[in-house]
């Protein structure tokens, strides 16, 4: 989570970051967002597949039935670099796939990217 406030920062991606830890956490985050007027629905998901209890991929499904976030707009931000993965998130509406590099200056383009989607959705 470090590098990625610290890509957004570099960008001058001005946001407030809601972070959960896992699949399931993800899931109620959306349904509350369904249920309470007061929740926040995001602008943007990053969104990692390889979570605990949750696969990212079914909070993305679960995500695209929500009546409140189902626009929202989604970016892997992943370790895989599975074709089957990649295809499967962006026929669900991922605007992109981000594989998280081990260089740090290759992590930093993150922040670009995320900027170019939020102000390419305005």
């Given at each position: 989570?470090?590098?990625?406030?610290?890509?957004?920062?570099?960008?001058?991606?001005?946001?407030?970051?809601?972070?959960?830890?896992?699949?399931?956490?993800?899931?109620?985050?959306?349904?509350?967002?369904?249920?309470?007027?007061?929740?926040?629905?995001?602008?943007?998901?990053?969104?990692?597949?390889?979570?605990?209890?949750?696969?990212?991929?079914?909070?993305?499904?679960?995500?695209?039935?929500?009546?409140?976030?189902?626009n929202?707009?989604?970016?892997?931000?992943?370790?895989?670099?599975?074709?089957?993965?990649r295809?499967?998130?962006?026929?669900?509406?991922?605007?992109?796939y981000?594989?998280?590099?081990?260089?740090?200056?290759?992590?930093?383009?993150?922040?670009?990217?995320?900027?170019?989607?939020?102000?390419?959705?305005?």
């Open positions: 989570m470090y590098l990625i406030r610290e890509a957004l920062a570099a960008a001058g991606v001005n946001a407030d970051l809601f972070v959960v830890h896992d699949g399931q956490q993800a899931t109620d985050f959306f349904d509350k967002s369904d249920t309470d007027n007061e929740a926040p629905c995001p602008d943007l998901v990053l969104l990692d597949l390889n979570l605990p209890k949750e696969s990212g991929e079914d909070v993305l499904r679960h995500m695209r039935n929500s009546p409140t976030c189902k929202a707009l989604v970016l892997i931000v992943t370790s895989s670099d599975s074709p089957k993965e295809e499967a998130t962006l026929a669900l509406g991922a605007r992109g981000f594989r998280k590099p081990s260089e740090y200056a290759e992590f930093m383009k993150l922040g670009p990217i995320v900027s170019k989607l939020l102000t390419s959705s305005r």
